[in-house]
């Protein structure tokens, strides 16, 4: 059976790198089948919706769609509305009255959730309505995915970082912390590992929110590693907490709350202050610094990812072709089928929808201070072509004559 109606496409959730290729993806693909009377995108995620936000991008052209497809953050602006049943039913309205038969939500799992509450509300009223959630996280914590777009872009950016305060700290030695972004999974910060070339090279230390923290271990850590290196280049997720679950950050005093009820952990240098001040304090080590990269991770220009380009394009595309061609709901999913190669599949909203994929366990080492080469055999084909490498002087030193020797 045909489904002629028009198509609404949103985007929700933090910005990426490659957040638009699924967008276009979806609009060129849909604007290919008959049955489709319009192609709307909704401003600002699901707040547009309900508001009747909508541009009409039937109208925009090819080449333009192109131009921003490889612009980074979210062309339709975006939303942290965690719609519940109540806002899901107004959502299902609008799309009654425009006579919406497509709806593509482009996301993580909150997305995903909103997807399927919407579905249902559908599926009560007897209304032929096809729902597709679109993948889309830096976070990378997506269920039954390999990896999901907007990640491979963000662990280059966080890759390279690293990369330069590696550089830097070994110039002018001392003890570097960088802060990554990552709640409750810690494939960011786990990028940082990518800079470790030659045998001394930071990150020395790399602590993620799927192992507890202990301030005694790590200051342990950090004096192990100066004392052999005379240097330290440590990175840390935002969301590492203790053995009780409460997060490290809170113990500077410096969090606030988001709408959700949640620690805001991104925005503020708090934790990579907090733990300079621990080492300075304990550790007889002076020069000690700490950066957190913050949104920047997010919607940087300079360093996409070409993989991360192409296939946040295909699962647009292949959004609009399962429930166009296929007649199918549900969440469409990467899996990875060699080195390097991927397919996609499309699995049933409740599998992803408001779940946490967290980092395997053979990705972060015994002492859980850092991560394994499984992780980096994993990582390394998402980041693309181009990577850049640093690399040193190989000479032997000169023989002294004078009265230094």
């Not at 709640?183 to 786990?190: E, I, K, Y």
């Not at 602590?207 to 590693?225: A, I, W």
């Not at 410096?254 to 001040?277: F, K, M, P, W």
């Amino acid at each position: 059976m045909e489904l002629q109606g028009k198509v609404v496409v949103a985007q929700g959730g933090g910005p990426t790198a490659v957040i638009n290729q699924s967008l276009v993806g979806v609009v060129l693909e849909s604007r290919k089948f008959p049955q489709i009377t319009k192609v709307y995108g909704a401003i600002n995620g699901v707040s547009g919706i309900i508001n009747e936000n909508f541009l009409d991008l039937t109208q925009e052209t090819t080449n333009n769609l192109e131009r921003v497809a490889v612009t980074p953050s979210s062309a339709l602006g975006s939303t942290r509305d965690k719609p519940d049943a109540k806002y899901c039913e107004q959502i299902f309205d609008v799309f009654r009255m425009h006579n919406v038969r497509y709806f593509f939500y482009i996301g993580g799992n909150d997305s995903a959730d909103t997807v399927r509450i919407v579905n249902e509300q559908a599926e009560k009223s007897h209304y032929e309505f096809r729902a597709i959630h679109i993948p889309k996280t830096i976070d990378n914590d997506l269920m039954f995915n390999d990896h999901t777009p907007g990640y491979p872009s963000a662990a280059r950016f966080v890759a390279q970082s690293f990369i330069g305060l590696n550089l830097d700290n070994r110039a002018l030695p001392g003890v570097h912390v960088g802060v990554v972004m990552g709640r409750n999974a810690g494939f960011l910060t786990a990028a940082s590992s990518i800079a470790q070339k030659y045998p001394d090279d930071g990150p020395h230390l790399i602590y993620l929110p799927e192992r507890p923290f202990s301030m005694t271990q790590f200051l342990g850590d950090v004096n192990d590693v100066y004392s052999r290196l005379g240097r330290c280049v440590i990175a840390v997720s935002e969301g590492i907490q203790d053995e009780n679950g409460d997060l490290i950050m809170q113990e500077s005093g410096d969090s606030e709350v988001d709408a959700h009820g949640n620690i805001q952990l991104s925005g503020t240098g708090a934790l990579g202050e907090l733990l300079v001040r621990q080492i300075k304090k304990n550790l007889d080590i002076k020069r000690v610094r700490s950066d957190t990269l913050g949104y920047l991770q997010r919607s940087f220009m300079g360093c996409v990812s070409d993989v991360d380009q192409r296939e946040a394009r295909e699962v647009g595309e292949k959004a609009a072709q399962f429930a166009i061609w296929h007649d199918t709901d549900g969440s469409i999913t990467i899996q990875r089928t060699g080195y390097y190669s991927v397919d996609y599949q499309i699995r049933p909203l409740e599998d992803v929808a408001a779940k946490t994929k967290l980092m395997s366990d053979d990705y972060i080492n015994a002492q859980a201070n850092n991560v394994t080469d499984a992780f980096k055999y994993y990582l390394q084909p998402l980041l693309g072509t181009g990577m850049p490498e640093a690399s040193r002087l190989r000479v032997p030193r000169a023989e002294k004559i004078g009265e230094g020797k």
